[in-house]
Each structure stands twice: as C-alpha cells, then as structure tokens.
C-alpha cells in the first residue's frame, strides 16, 4: 500500500510542461460604426430563432424540414460522431495497457544437434498469460494530448454550429429570391398585358388613320423586349425552386407544386436588435471554433516538450505454463514477472526540439488565424449594416419613383389621345416605369436579403437548436 500511496502522490504532482493555455485578449470597439438607422438598435440580440421575424409560414416550414434533412449538417454531424469517439478513446490511453495471450506450441529437438542426449525430444506447450504496461504520466504528455483531443472536439461542435448558421441563411435567402423572381414575373406579366393593349389600340388607330406605321413598330418593339425578360425570370424561378429542394433534403422537383403559387416577398420587422460587438465572440461560431483550435495547438506543444524527458512505466506479465493440460492450472505452473522501466530519447533531443519550433509555429498561426477571424467577423456585420440600412433607402427613392412613373404615363396616354404629344412620349414613360416597378421588386427582396445576411453575419440561430444526430 506503501508504494500504491507514492505512485498516486507522483502522478498527482506530476507536472505538464508546456505553454498553459489562456485564451486571447481581444481589443474590440464599443459599438458599431455604422449609424443605426433602417430600425437598426443596439440592444441585445436575440437571434436563437431570427427567420420567425419574417412572420412567414413557409420559410418556417422549410427551416424545420432543412434542420431534419440536409445533407450538409448530415455531413457535420458525422464528423462530431467522429471526434467524439477520438475524445473517449484518448481517456483510455490514461489507463494502463493489459494484453492477454494464449498459445499451445508442439515442438521436435532436433536429436542430432544436442551435446548431451535427452530424454524427450517432441514436447507440448500450454501458455496463458498478461502483459501490462502503465506509462507514468510525470510530464504531462499524456494530459496535454487529451486537452488538444478535448479542444478539437469543441472546435468540431463549432464547426457543425457554422453549418447550421449557414443552412438557415441559405434556405432564408433562396426562398426570399424565389418571392423576388415570382414579383418580378408577375410585374413583367402586367406589363405584357399592359403593352398588348397599347399595341392593339395603336394598331386600331393607324387603320383609322388617326397613328403612323412608326406608332405602331415601336409599340410592338416595347412588348417584345417585355417578353424577352419573362423565360429568363422563369428559369430563375425554377432553379431557385430546385435549390430550395436540395437543402432540404429532396429532389429538385419536390417542391414545384408547393411553390409554385406566388407568394409576398417576406417583410422586414420595424426594429433589428444587433447588440454590441464584443458579443460576437460568444456568439459567432467560427470564431469560438479558431478559439478552441488554437487551445489544441497549444497543448500540442506540451505533447512535443514532454518527449525531451524520460518516460516512466510499470511492465508485468502474469500466467500459467505447462508441458502437460493436466497440471496447467496448478500453482507450479505460474510465473509473472514485474517492475518499472524507463525510457529516454536522449539521441533524438535535436529533433524533438525542432518538433517542438514546428508545434510552436502551429500555434503561431493558429493565433493569428483566431485574431483574423475576429476581424473578418467585424467587418462582415459593419458591411451587413452598411447594405441593410442603404438598401432601406434606396428603397424609399424607388418607391417615390414609381409612383412618379405612373403619373406620368397617365399624363402621356391623356396628352397622346388629344394629339398634343407623339407616341414615342408615351413609349418612354411605359419604358420608364417597368424598369422602375422592376427596381422595386428587386431592391424589396435585397432589402430582406440583406437583414438576413445581418443576421448570419451576427452568428445568430444555432443557440436552442439540437440537432438529431442520425447513427
């Protein structure tokens, strides 16, 4: 008991060499520098489930089906799957190691080889036994290994984490340009019908006498162009609508029936909590992922300083060994063999030093990799900001736009029905106010968009969902 006593204290006190690890110190700026406007705040974000925000039924639907289906989180969850079962099987390596053996060995001495004669020259063998070999954990090696398996399984949560944050944005986004797509054919439409009116009036009025031949080809020019842009929205339309199926899980045709009937583009809410940017790190998964990486990198410098010491280990072997069945399992036929042992790479410390500048250069950039993602995810949010808030107000200019289009082609049609314009007055205004009604359309569905490119940029969306991990 004495000796179990001081083997226990050893390993207790053993020390781990090696950098411990602390995480970075990261300056960051109060707040954003963007100006809060388009209902932009700096309250606390809550973004656990931001796409409700959007009030819309489907985009939900389609959320829940992605979160059970797609296969890129099919794919993180897999390699979670996997680091876990490295991390438990690294606590084993803390444990002793015990092989058994069993052996039967029927032998022939060859009798001409033999100095002295013997009696019995075909003889039989029965072995059983156990090795044990407990490698002392003095220096840490083995500690330091298990930290760097521990962190690399966090980093690999992260990561399953930035998928999902990235799955929901992809779904939200593609669904909004499918809305967007579908406004702007119908926009298209109206004005197709619109156009072919005009050009069977127009048509009426030259064979009257009242138009020129030059009304009417340019009338029929307006609509045609109009028509070019209807396929191209239509193939938008339905590759959108195949992507949408393919992230969640389906075939490309699955949802054709669904969605095909229009639908609004999502609206924005009147306000956009964003918090503060020194939430980013608890929030942002990519960075709380470069976090725990650098963590493993740095106890995998302590793995590799820990090589420049001895090792020390407990060996054993126990068993039983018989010439005859009949007597194995009797006390005479036990044997077992004990002690320590100690191990020292002494002609290789050139080498375990440059593997340990090679571990401490890892670590290096691991740092500045950490330090550059906290970077990147500042500037992702400030360019979010900047385009959600822009767009709000290009928005408004449109808006103003349109209407104004619309009064003037009313006035062109009234001036051209009195014969106090041309039509090429009237051409232009029906010109004007589809480009403008089509600028709409697009700057509505950019608008949405960009909030949820702000709400990805935030991290937001993996916090209270668990994922069923399919084995």
């Known amino acids: 008991m004495k000796h179990v006593a001081v083997l226990t204290l050893v390993i207790l006190t053993g020390c781990a060499v090696g950098p411990d690890y602390r995480s970075p110190k990261t300056e960051l700026p109060a707040n954003w520098s963007e100006s809060h406007a388009g209902g932009i705040t700096n309250r606390t974000a809550q973004l656990a489930q931001w796409w409700k925000t959007f009030q819309d039924p489907e985009l939900d639907s389609l959320i829940e089906r992605a979160l059970l289906a797609n296969h890129d989180l099919r794919m993180a969850a897999s390699r979670l799957r996997e680091a876990r079962a490295l991390r438990a099987g690294r606590y084993w390596d803390m444990l002793p190691t015990i092989e058994g053996q069993a052996a039967y060995i029927n032998a ?267 970077l990147l995810a500042l500037e992702d949010v400030e360019n979010a900001l900047v385009n959600y808030a822009q767009e709000q107000e290009r928005h408004r200019s449109l808006h103003a736009q349109v209407a104004a289009n619309r009064q003037a082609v009313e006035l062109a049609n009234e001036l051209y029905s009195k014969g106090n314009s041309d039509f090429l007055t009237v051409l232009d205004a029906k010109r004007s106010l589809y480009r403008a009604e089509d600028d709409l359309a697009q700057c509505e569905r950019t608008v949405t968009t960009n909030l949820i490119a702000l709400y990805k940029a935030l991290g937001g969306g993996w916090e209270e969902i668990k994922l069923v991990e399919k084995r």
């Open 108 to 374: 022939r001495t060859s009798k001409n080889a033999q100095v002295f004669p013997i009696d019995k020259i075909n003889t039989e063998t029965y072995d059983a036994h156990f090795d044990a070999v407990w490698e002392i954990d003095v220096f840490g090696r083995k500690r330091r290994g298990l930290e760097a398996v521990k962190a690399n399984f966090a980093a690999t949560q992260e990561d399953q984490r930035d998928v999902l944050v990235s799955v929901l944005a992809e779904v939200a986004r593609n669904y909004v340009e499918l809305r967007g797509f579908q406004r702007r054919s119908a926009i298209t439409r109206d004005n197709i019908a619109a156009q072919q009116v005009a050009l069977d009036l127009t048509r009426a009025r030259f064979k009257g006498g009242i138009s020129s031949q030059l009304d009417v080809a340019q009338a029929a020019a307006l609509l045609a162009g109009t028509q070019s842009q209807l396929p191209v929205l239509e193939a938008a339309t339905k590759q959108t609508l195949h992507r949408l199926a393919v992230l969640i899980g389906q075939t490309p045709d699955k949802l054709l029936a669904e969605l095909v009937p229009a639908g609004p583009i999502p609206g924005i809410p009147p306000e956009v909590p964003v918090g503060l940017p020194s939430e980013l790190l608890r929030r942002r998964a990519d960075i709380r992922r470069a976090e725990r990486r650098l963590a493993a990198t740095t106890a995998r410098i302590g793995v590799e300083t820990a090589e420049l010491f001895p090792k020390f280990s407990l060996i054993g072997t126990g068993g039983l060994q018989s010439l005859s069945t009949s007597d194995w399992f009797s006390g005479g036929s036990r044997y077992w063999t004990a002690g320590p042992t100690v191990t020292w790479r002494l002609f290789e410390l050139g080498k375990i030093r440059s593997q340990i500048k090679a571990a401490t250069a890892r670590e290096e950039e691991a740092l500045a990799f950490y330090e550059q993602s906290v």
